[in-house]
C-alpha cells in the first residue's frame, strides 16, 4: 500500500460491496410492501393529527427531543479490523490523513437520518409552532452543523477516555443539543448561541485531551466490529450470513411451552424447531420486537383503520422474516439421520409461526380492551394480525 488513503479506498469499496450484497435481500419486494404500508398508514395518522392537535402542544419541546437523540448518536465509521492495532502501530503519526475520510463518511452517512427527522417534523413545526419559511431553513442549516459537532466530539471523546464513560459524554451532548435547538426555536436567540459556544469549548477540550494520550486501537476495533456485527445480525433475519451465529439462551422461563410439543416421534421436528425460536436471540427477539411495536400501534393509532393497516404489516413481516429464517439453515442436525418426511419441517415452522402470531394477536387485542375502545373496527385489528399471518403463510413460496 502506498498511503493510508489507499488502504481506505480498498477497505471502503469492499464495505460498499458488502453493504450492497445484503442490502438487495433486506430491501426486497416483501419489506417494500411492509415499508410502504407502515409508512402510509404513519404519514395519514399523522396528517390526520395534526388537523386537531391542539395549539399548546409542546411541538418545540418534542422536535427538539427527537433531534437530540438522534444528531447524538454519532459512532464513527473507521472500518478498522482486527490486524489494524499492529500494522497500523508504526504508522499512528500518519492516521489523521485516514481519519479524515473515515469521519467524512461517517457524517454523510449519518445525517440522512436526522435530516429525515427534521423533515418530518416541518409540518408541526410550521402548524403549530407557526414557524416561518426562513428559520425553518436556519434551522436546518444548524442541523447539520450540530451533527458534525457531535461527529468530532464523540470521536474526541473515545479516543481522549478509550471510550470508558461514553454514556456520560452523550448524556451531556443531549442536554446540550436539547437546550440548544429549544431555545433556537423559540426564538431565544442569545440563549442558544450561549449553549453553542459552551458546546464548542466542550470540543476544544476533548481535542486538547486526545492529544494526551495514544489512539486506542483496540477500542475502535471494537467499535467498528460491533457495528458491523449489528448489521450481519440485522441481515440475518432475511438471508444466511455465513460467519455468523445467533446467540442462545437458556430462557427457562418458557418451558412451559414444549408442552405444545408432546413427546412423539411426530412432534421430534416441531420441538426442534420450538427450541430454536425460544432459545435463539435473533429470532426470539425480533418477533417480540416487532410484537411490541405493533401492541403500540393498536393502541397509540387514532384511527382504526391505519391501525389494522399498520398492524397486519407488521403480522406480514413477522412471518416472512422467521419463516425463512428458521427453514434457511444449512447445517447439519441429528434428525437428518432419522426417518422423518422431508416436509416435516416445513409443517413444525408453520405450526409454531401459527402459534405465535396467535399470541401476537392476542396481545394486540389485550392492549385494545386495556384501552377500552370496544369499537367494530378497533377490534378488527387482532383479526387482521391473525388473517394477514395464515394468508402469508398461504402464500409464501418456501
Not at 20 to 28: A, E, R, T, V, W
Not at 279 to 288: A, G, I, M, S
Amino acid at each position: 500500500m502506498k498511503n493510508l488513503r489507499e488502504v481506505w479506498n480498498i477497505r471502503f469499496v469492499f464495505y460498499i460491496n458488502e453493504l450492497q450484497k445484503y442490502l438487495k435481500y433486506i430491501i426486497s419486494g416483501h419489506i417494500a410492501i411492509v415499508l410502504v404500508f407502515a409508512i402510509g398508514a404513519g404519514g395519514y395518522a399523522y396528517s390526520e393529527w395534526l388537523k386537531t392537535a391542539s395549539s399548546d402542544f409542546p411541538a418545540f419541546l418534542l422536535v427538539a427531543f427527537l433531534l437530540s437523540i438522534f444528531l447524538m448518536i454519532s459512532p464513527p465509521v473507521t472500518l478498522m479490523k482486527h490486524a489494524d492495532g499492529v500494522y497500523f502501530l508504526p504508522l499512528e503519526i500518519k492516521l489523521n490523513e485516514y481519519f479524515k475520510l473515515a469521519l467524512r463518511w461517517t457524517y454523510f452517512s449519518s445525517v440522512f437520518v436526522s435530516l429525515a427527522v427534521f423533515v418530518v417534523s416541518i409540518p408541526l413545526l410550521t402548524k403549530i409552532g407557526s414557524m416561518s419559511k426562513n428559520e425553518i431553513l436556519i434551522l436546518f442549516l444548524v442541523v447539520l452543523v450540530l451533527k458534525s459537532w457531535n461527529m468530532f466530539v464523540e470521536f474526541n471523546y473515545r479516543w481522549a477516555a478509550n471510550g470508558k464513560y461514553v454514556w456520560m459524554d452523550r448524556f451531556v451532548r443531549f442536554l446540550l443539543l436539547m437546550a440548544a435547538l429549544y431555545f433556537l426555536m423559540s426564538g431565544y436567540y442569545f440563549i442558544a448561541i450561549g449553549i453553542a459556544i459552551i458546546g464548542l469549548v466542550y470540543l476544544v477540550v476533548w481535542q486538547k485531551k486526545k492529544k494526551e494520550v495514544p489512539f486506542p486501537f483496540d477500542h475502535f476495533i471494537e467499535v467498528e466490529q460491533s457495528r458491523m456485527m449489528r448489521f450481519y445480525r440485522f441481515a440475518n433475519y432475511f438471508t444466511d450470513v455465513p460467519h455468523i451465529r445467533g446467540k442462545k439462551k437458556r430462557r427457562k422461563w418458557l418451558d412451559a411451552f414444549y408442552a405444545f410439543a408432546p413427546y412423539a416421534q411426530k412432534n421430534a421436528q416441531f420441538y426442534l424447531i420450538l427450541r430454536t425460536f425460544i432459545r435463539t436471540d435473533d429470532y426470539f427477539y425480533l418477533w417480540v420486537r416487532l410484537t411490541f411495536i405493533s401492541l403500540l400501534g393498536a393502541v397509540f393509532i387514532p384511527f382504526p383503520i391505519v391501525a389494522i393497516i399498520f398492524t397486519a404489516a407488521l403480522a406480514f413481516a413477522s412471518v416472512i422474516q422467521l419463516k425463512h429464517a428458521l427453514l434457511s439453515g444449512h447445517e447439519f442436525r441429528m434428525d437428518l439421520l432419522f426417518p422423518i418426511d422431508s416436509d416435516a419441517r416445513k409443517l413444525a415452522v408453520n405450526k409454531l409461526l401459527r402459534i405465535i402470531q396467535f399470541v401476537q394477536a392476542l396481545f394486540v387485542l389485550l392492549g385494545i380492551l386495556i384501552q377500552g375502545e370496544y369499537t367494530l373496527l378497533k377490534m378488527l385489528v387482532p383479526v387482521a394480525v391473525y388473517v394477514v399471518s395464515e394468508l402469508t403463510l398461504r402464500m409464501s413460496k418456501k
